[in-house]
Nanobody, 122 residues
Framework: QVQLVESGGGLVQAGGSLRLSCAAS????????MAWFRQAPGKREFVAAI???????NYADSVKGRFTISRDNAKNTVYLQMNSLKPEDTAVYYC????????????????WGQGTLVTVSS
């Protein structure tokens, strides 16, 4: 099973950009679908997901056109490029891994990272 460590969070002004990274340990990273979720007070939300090959991606409607998920299997890393950030994007962002893409997107991954805080000021 992989272990996940997120980085790249921080404070940014509205309209700015951040890139989150999620580094995975273990040689089986390329066999997992990967996703990003976020947790604001009282609410956990799916953000984006990518299949093991990177050939398919899905996004929450709230981030479509602004966020891009990608992965580099040679580096055991998945990324979330976040552009045109809004104050409502403020949350703790979690990386997640799962063997089943539909279950992962539904919020049932097999592995969670520890989270990284993104704060967007107005």
């Amino acid at each position: 099973q992989v272990q996940l460590v997120e980085s790249g969070g921080g404070l940014v002004q509205a309209g700015g950009s951040l890139r989150l990274s999620c580094a995975a340990s273990g040689r089986t990273f390329s066999s997992y679908a990967m996703a990003w979720f976020r947790q604001a007070p009282g609410k956990r939300e799916f953000v984006a997901a990518i299949t093991w090959s990177g050939g398919s991606t899905n996004y929450a409607d709230s981030v479509k056109g602004r966020f891009t998920i990608s992965r580099d299997n040679a580096k055991n890393t998945v990324y979330l490029q976040m552009n045109s950030l809004k104050p409502e994007d403020t949350a703790v962002y979690y990386c997640a891994a799962g063997s089943h893409y539909s279950a992962l997107r539904a919020g049932a991954p097999e592995v969670w990272g520890q989270g990284t805080l993104v704060t967007v000021s107005s």
